[in-house]
């Protein structure tokens, strides 16, 4: 995959507003780039595109692994930043008022999302920096250290922003980057200086001693020991994928068992695969992984998701509750397999595809209200595809499902192939279930080879607004057995997002301000990409020998991700994306903690 350059139309706005600027045509400057930053797209409109952030140095040929970092957003903002005061107080004059109203709109009702907005939009207006200030220190509060430092990286360097916060901002910026484990400031205050921490007046830091001095006033960070999980709501039991939890003694006894199988036919040839699977020594781990939400235990099955009964595993719904014939493919399976033992063996590889290697039917997400699931997904085979400039013609989506829990698995809204040819995500493939976080669902999909981040409406499914992430240029998922039976989830830390597209590249998103923070390239693993070129797609063999999954692990600034397609172990800084390590390679391993 590759990164997308900006369009040619951003590329000429901002062209003709530094010419205005060299100009000393401010007034025209100020008005073109207040307003690429101020834009807010009608829903499918045709300015939605012209809303996405864009790499500026995506077009540069890099070394696989060195991070693209020049955001088109955030090269605006600087550029508004670098005018002089006269255009500033014009900037102000025409953007400060309405930024000022909806701040103060969202301060009175504590609406976060709208105070991001304030400064996603209009961050060089007064209410920018104050909607700034505001969400540092209320990151801090929420134990988000990291978060605060992004944020006032941005604030400290303008001395607009220092005059009207005060050098209380440079304390709180340092004080936060102490706590995240990140380089301090070289300077903060003069020791006749004084600083109000806390709302009483101190000194400042004498030199060489301002780690000490922060540690007076914002101590230090502590890890908390493990206790027992009373949830487990998406893989890995945290958004960063890196929760844990204390260790038990082992468990003596069963407490109840269910079958995962629909069949009696099923579980013997499911028996089959597993003794078959073990003496070749490749006995995985199932693809499926079960939640716990309240007292609702949420599993997959081989055709449905169950929700059981925690403490008595009864099973309390499940779903679909029915099916079409044509989406019944195990029991389509199940009826011709005395017919030919070519469809014996067809209904195994289903069988051990959907039990072991099928990533995007396993895994299932919950924000606690509701649990989301992907449907539609199908078995994957290597059926003769005719091809246009290497891209298979034919493309087929799947739906992303929401079901309320406390209904008892009530279907409240789905989007993709089920939504109908007039939906704007009709013929998207969704790599994996979504990532709630504060209020929203997160997902990655693929619209025509291309891979997007959406953000979507947890009531009702709408979408809010996307970010094109990659170009594809390796063919659509149907045609790459790899990325199909692997999919791709998001991790998210303090604000960011990552985004392992499980197509050669990996994206992190600043969700504050919906701009890409960095990106790098990753070659992918030569023997595999023999395998999917020559069509390989229905051996499953050669589909476990790969890492389980390519979700990234985030420990503090560290991401540890294991693309499925590149067969390697990558660390990189959570801010920067620099390599933390040589890249490592898999050899037989294949689960990453």
């Not at 997959?300 to 925690?310: C, H, Q, S």
């Not at 209020?439 to 979507?456: S, V």
């Not at 990325?483 to 830390?493: D, K, T």
């Amino acid at each position: 995959a590759r990164f997308v350059t900006a369009p040619r139309i951003l590329q000429t706005r901002m062209r003709e507003a530094k010419e205005a600027i060299e100009e000393s045509r401010y007034n025209e400057a100020v008005v073109s780039l207040g307003d690429l930053l101020a834009l807010v797209p009608e829903p499918d409109g045709e300015d939605e595109f012209l809303s996405q952030d864009f790499f500026l140095d995506a077009g540069e040929s890099k070394v696989l692994g060195t991070p693209f970092h020049q955001s088109y957003k955030r090269k605006v903002r600087d550029m508004i930043g670098g005018l002089p005061s006269a255009a500033l107080e014009t900037y102000e004059l025409r953007y400060g008022p309405v930024a000022a109203k909806i701040l103060d709109e969202a301060a009175s009702t504590r609406d976060w999302g709208r105070v991001r907005e304030v400064r996603r939009r209009y961050f060089h207006t007064q209410a920018g920096y104050d909607a700034s200030w505001l969400l540092a220190q209320h990151e801090m509060l929420e134990g988000h250290p990291i978060a605060a430092s992004a944020l006032l990286d941005d604030i400290v360097t303008v001395p607009r922003a220092v005059n009207r916060l005060g050098k209380e901002v440079l304390v709180l910026h340092a004080a936060a980057c102490k706590l995240a484990k990140r380089n301090l400031p070289a300077a903060l205050v003069g020791t006749s200086e004084k600083v109000t921490i806390g709302g009483v007046e101190q000194s400042g830091p004498k030199d060489g001693e301002m780690s000490d001095w922060l540690g007076q006033f914002y101590g230090s960070t502590e890890k908390l020991a493990n206790g027992q999980l009373e949830e487990y709501r998406i893989f890995n039991a945290s958004e960063n994928r890196n929760g844990a939890s204390s260790g038990q003694m082992p468990l003596s006894n069963v407490r109840w068992q269910l079958d995962t199988t629909v069949s009696p036919k099923q579980q013997r040839e499911v028996n089959e695969l597993k003794k078959s699977l073990a003496s070749r020594g490749q006995m995985p781990l199932p693809s499926w992984v079960p939640l716990r939400v309240g007292n609702q235990l949420l599993m997959r099955t081989t055709e449905y998701l169950v929700g059981v009964d925690y403490r008595t595993g009864k099973r309390v719904w499940l779903h679909p509750w029915s099916k079409a014939p044509e989406e019944d493919e195990t029991s389509e399976a199940n009826a011709r397999i005395a017919n030919a033992t070519s469809k014996a063996s067809q209904f195994s590889n289903f069988l051990k595809q959907r039990v072991w290697n099928d990533l995007p039917y396993g895994q299932v997400t919950s924000d606690g209200e509701r649990v989301y699931i992907i449907e539609g997904l199908k078995k994957v085979n290597s059926p003769p595809r005719r091809m246009f400039r290497g891209v298979p013609t034919q493309v087929s989506g799947n739906s992303l499902v929401a079901l309320e829990l406390e209904s008892e698995g009530i279907l409240k809204w789905f989007q993709g192939n089920r939504a109908g040819p007039d939906s704007p995500l009709a013929n998207a493939f969704f790599l994996g279930p979504p990532l709630p976080v504060e209020g929203r669902l997160y997902a990655m999909c693929e619209l025509a080879g291309d891979i997007f981040l959406i953000c979507l409406e947890p009531q009702t499914g709408n979408e809010i607004w996307r970010q094109q992430l990659v170009a594809g240029e390796f063919g659509t998922i149907n045609g790459d057995a790899i990325r199909r039976v692997a999919g791709a989830m998001l991790s998210y830390q303090d604000g960011l997002l990552i985004c392992p597209t499980g197509a050669g590249a990996l994206v992190v998103v600043n969700l504050g301000d919906r701009t890409l923070r960095w990106g790098v390239n990753y070659e992918r693993n030569a023997t595999m990409t023999r395998f999917v070129q020559s069509g390989g797609g229905a051996n499953m063999e050669q589909l476990f020998k790969r890492w389980f999954t390519g979700t990234a692990i985030v420990s503090d600034l560290s991401v540890l991700v294991t693309p499925v397609e590149a067969d390697r172990l990558f660390g990189m800084n959570l801010l920067t994306g620099r390599p933390l390590f040589t890249k490592k390679s898999r050899l037989e391993m294949r689960y990453l903690a």
